[in-house]
């Protein structure tokens, strides 16, 4: 079918030329404020791009939609990194073939973190099936769709008919708008036909404008009962990464504490969420996580309540362990969240578990304001402990540096805007048990849940395209570095600042296979790795490069130069002992 699409202007109604489903998509997903498009170019997707302009440089303001060329390994991250520095949406795309299964590693993170992100993947030409296509998606194929609704039941959508495309991408909005990914599948005959009418609902894509009303009677529920509870327990807080989300929560938090009389505890992510100075943070819970965090919440018992902001059920921060409470409440706006039953978390806790629906901001808000009111009978708060750990680190072998030390310097330089990503390497173990605290000048984010190597790199340049002014940092290993090596070039004007941790060996592996396997020599963990020379590979792309020295005596240089304007993006090899156990794996003795 072919007609004249009507389309709106600033001034009046025009007839337009009619487009094809492709203009149709990437006009749609405009509407949607999404103007930021990463992958690769090849067969299935040219017919797509040829309407992108290609990026020049990142412009945080540009209304045109562009396409940043790099690989799709790295591609499937930059739409995680992109929302979680500006709340905002954007997309990756694959040619058929393996480059589908590259770019989707980013994907299921994506769907692990409850992030959105849109992921436009082609299909064969349907009357090719049966005859052997190249890169064959059908069921005798790859059998692309039967994968991707596997990974994402609700959030796979064909746009097989040009005449209700526009009503497919209103339910993938809607997916998108309770924090889940979506993978819009592109069939070439359906999306290459003209369509029937645009879409022009606007959409920021942002959790400000999530779903933003307050179940008030889950609400009215727990200012009902959580005072009458409370009398003479004690209440644990945990903050969870949903929480992060939301700008203000530091503030809300430590309001929260105060108002309770109440510790703190913060995931991985959830960190942010946190103020450095609220005095009744006890830290890292979990993998990394800091001696006092783990000994408050492994005392927790049936008289106590639990107050998660947004539940982090994941093994990294609970340990398949379930809460023990007497009651749970759960802060949420999110409907399914990943590791949910039937949306909530019933089946991780002992005792009783309430939902408290809305924007966790604007219900935490409500309820704080209603508690200080009321001031429920509290127990003495915790006494104020400003070393987090117990254990004693002991030094590196020479030649290397001291990672702790390392990371307490970090701290002291970091400066207003600074946005940084931990790899699954060392990085996102270790770092979080040195600082204890969260960072007001440093959101620092780890993709830890599908805890896919390089992922970190791809996450930092989606930061920077979406917030060119921000100064970004990827803290990396030497066994991530090896599947994000081939993309430095495309990142090279970037500005980005890229820590590699090198010290030969999956480090990770290094320390947990004792546990794991303790009557077997080193030999049998696999785990050495061939020498690279970063900085000669860093400057072969365009990169520049240093190199810490073992004292870090050249690290406040490094960071002055990280921050300064207009460099290019910056290789910081970074000499490691793998064997400086700083940040515990629980995890290892589930292995």
């Known amino acids: 079918m072919t007609m004249d699409l009507v389309v709106e202007t600033a001034s009046d109604i025009r007839v337009a030329k009619p487009k094809t489903g492709y203009e149709f998509l990437i006009d749609t997903l405009a509407t949607w404020h999404v103007r930021h498009y990463a992958g690769v170019t090849g067969g299935g997707v040219i017919h797509l791009l040829k309407h992108l302009e290609p990026m020049a440089v990142p412009d945080e303001g540009g209304e045109l939609p562009v396409f940043f060329n790099i690989g799709e390994y790295v591609a499937g991250f930059i739409p995680l990194g992109y929302y979680l520095a500006s709340g905002k949406v954007s997309a990756a795309i694959a040619t058929t073939g393996a480059a589908t299964r590259l770019l989707t590693c980013g994907l299921s993170d994506a769907k692990l973190h409850n992030i959105p992100a849109i992921y436009l993947i082609p299909l064969s030409p349907a009357d090719t099936r049966y005859r052997a296509p190249l890169q064959d998606t059908s069921p005798e194929g790859a059998d692309v769709v039967a994968q991707l609704k596997a990974e994402l039941p609700s959030g796979t959508f064909v746009l097989n008919d040009p005449d209700h495309i526009g009503e497919q991408l209103e339910q993938a909005r809607k997916h998108l708008d309770q924090g889940s990914p979506v993978a819009l599948l592109m069939p070439p005959e359906a999306l290459g036909k003209t369509v029937s009418e645009p879409v022009h609902t606007p959409w920021r894509g942002d959790y400000a404008h999530k779903p933003n009303k307050i179940d008030h009677g889950s609400l009215a529920h727990f200012l009902a009962e959580f005072p009458r509870q409370v009398v003479g327990r004690r209440v644990v807080i945990l903050a969870g990464e949903e929480a992060a989300m939301y700008s203000y929560m530091p503030v809300l938090t430590t309001r929260l504490c105060k108002v309770l009389q109440a510790p703190i505890v913060w995931s991985i992510n959830g960190a942010n969420a946190v103020a450095r100075n609220n005095s009744f943070g006890f830290g890292y819970l979990g993998f990394g996580g800091n001696d006092r965090a783990m000994q408050l919440w ?70 704080i304001g209603r508690l200080e ?66 960072h007001p000048n440093a959101r620092f984010h780890s993709l830890y849940r599908g805890s896919a190597m390089g992922g970190a790199f791809g996450a930092a340049i989606g930061a920077k395209l979406a917030k060119p002014d921000a100064t970004v940092f990827a803290f990396t290993g030497d066994g991530c570095f090896r599947l994000i090596a081939g993309c430095l070039a495309e990142a090279r004007s970037l500005g980005i600042v890229l820590f590699v941790l090198d010290n030969g060996a999956l480090g990770i592996m290094v320390q947990g296979l004792p546990v794991v396997i303790p009557d077997y020599s080193s030999s049998r963990y696999h785990s050495d790795l061939h020498r690279i020379d970063f900085g000669a590979m860093a400057r072969a792309c365009g990169w520049s490069s240093r190199k810490l020295m073992p004292d870090l005596s050249n690290l406040a240089e490094i960071m002055r130069e990280s921050y300064s304007p207009g460099h290019p993006s910056i290789l910081v090899e970074v000499p490691v002992d793998a064997e400086q156990v700083v940040g515990q794996n629980p995890r290892a003795n589930n292995l």
């Open 298 to 367: 492994k005392s927790l018992g049936p008289d106590d309540i639990v107050i998660t902001l947004g539940f982090c059920p994941d093994e990294y921060t609970l340990n398949f362990s379930d809460i023990p409470a007497h009651t749970t409440w759960n802060f949420t706006n999110l409907v399914a969240p990943y590791g949910s039953v039937g949306g909530g978390f019933r089946h991780r806790v002992r005792g009783e578990y309430f939902d408290v629906r809305g924007p966790i901001d604007q219900v935490l808000s409500e309820a």
């Open 373 to 438: 009111d009321l001031r429920p009978s509290r127990p003495p708060a915790p006494a104020f402990v400003a070393d987090l750990n117990d254990r004693k680190i002991m030094p590196p072998r020479p030649g290397t540096i001291d990672i702790a030390r390392f990371y307490q310097e970090l701290d002291r330089q970091w400066q207003p805007g600074s946005i940084a990503f931990d790899d699954v390497c060392l990085a996102y173990k270790d770092r979080q048990y040195v600082t204890q605290r969260p």
